[in-house]
């Protein structure tokens, strides 16, 4: 005897009708410019990215170059390549108030706290309680 399929069964959308949107979609070339957090070690602290399109800036007076505009991204206020954290970071954007406060707590941290370094897992019995 053969079984039929249902029709309210599990795969019922299948004929004829799309599937359901699972989110936003992107590029995994091209960079989206906005903000964004990463997580360099597993279970380490947030660091916050900002991704943008724009002339090179002139490293020793901060001034924008006259040359073709390239993509930029800044961890925690520091200049990185990009191709180091996109497209891995793509479905974890941020407002820029949540970037400003991660990039804030990075710079005021302690070197003793937990979550001073983003290269170490923070260790849950010396972190202070999130209350």
Not at 1 to 25: D, E, F, I, L, V
Not at 32 to 46: E, H, I, K, S
Not at 68 to 95: T, Y
Request: with cysteine; proline share 14%; net charge positive.
């Amino acid at each position: 005897m053969t079984r039929r399929p249902s029709k309210t069964g599990k795969y019922a959308n299948r004929k004829g009708k799309p599937a359901a949107a699972r989110g936003r979609s992107f590029d995994a070339d091209e960079p989206v410019a906005g903000f964004y957090t990463a997580r360099l070690v597993r279970d380490g602290p947030p660091v916050a990215l900002h991704f943008w399109f724009g002339p090179p800036v002139d490293p020793d007076t901060g001034e924008p170059m006259d040359r073709a505009p390239v993509w930029h991204c800044l961890m925690n206020g520091q200049p990185v390549d990009v191709s180091r954290f996109w497209p891995e970071c793509a479905k974890r954007q941020i407002s820029q108030d949540q970037y400003l406060h991660i990039r804030q707590r990075s710079k005021t941290l302690d070197p003793a706290d937990p979550y001073f370094d983003p290269m170490k897992p923070i260790d849950a019995s010396k972190a202070a309680p999130p209350f």
